[in-house]
């Protein structure tokens, strides 16, 4: 059983806009706050964003505030990214975690998706 599932990965123009979901089991989102992640070739997993699941507040990686918006919905988590940049090409990872207070860090989730591949062009 696939308890994370992203989607929503593909190829877009810079200052172009994409939108990722992340489907959990009913447990893992009622239970778990929930992050996304990225990685780029030959760069370390890096944090994007983070959602809290009993109230829904919200923290940005400072190279994606403004930009980038986290929300949830049910069993979905999702990313918007607007104004697009060359620097956002990456794999984008959704994770689930209890951690509050290693949000940022990615050994502090337990669950990961498959990752959904973003890249952008000029």
């Known amino acids: 059983q696939v308890q994370l599932v992203e989607s929503g990965g593909g190829l877009v123009q810079t200052g172009g806009s994409l939108r990722l979901s992340c489907v959990a089991s009913?447990?893992?989102?009622?239970?778990?706050?929930m992050a996304w992640f990225r990685q780029a070739p030959g760069k370390e997993r890096d944090f994007v964003a983070w959602i809290a699941v009993n109230d829904g507040t919200t923290l940005y990686a400072n190279s994606v505030k403004g930009r980038f918006t986290i929300s949830r919905a049910e069993n979905t988590v999702s990313l918007q990214m607007e104004d697009l940049t060359l620097e956002d090409t990456a794999v984008y990872y959704c994770?689930?975690?209890?951690?509050?207070?290693?949000?940022?860090?990615?050994?502090?989730?337990?669950?990961w998706g498959q990752g959904t591949q973003v890249t952008v062009s000029s």
């Open positions: 009913g447990r893992i989102a009622s239970t778990y706050d």
């Open positions: 994770a689930a975690g209890t951690h509050q207070y290693w949000q940022t860090r990615s050994f502090a989730y337990d669950y």
